[in-house]
């Protein structure tokens, strides 16, 4: 995997513990449920557009990692 790709992916989890974590108030499914989820696919597509197509994997729960993801301990 090249380093670009490695960085982004990286990023793409740190984003997807943040919309978990934004979300968990929310009720799966609901209008603004919908609403965020459509807006962080939005965001994926761009990414697309420069080669790099992480769109199924935004709003998926990242893979834990040696125990560590993002800032906070699993």
Known sequence: ???C???AKEHVDS????LIRQLSSVEEGGG???DC??????????LREVGLDFEGLVGKAPEKEQGVIGLGVI
């Open 1 to 3: 995997m090249s380093a």
């Open 5 to 7: 790709v490695k960085w």
């Open 15 to 18: 984003f997807n513990v943040l």
């Open 32 to 34: 603004a449920w919908e």
């Open 37 to 46: 989820m459509a807006q962080a696919r939005h965001h994926a597509s761009m």
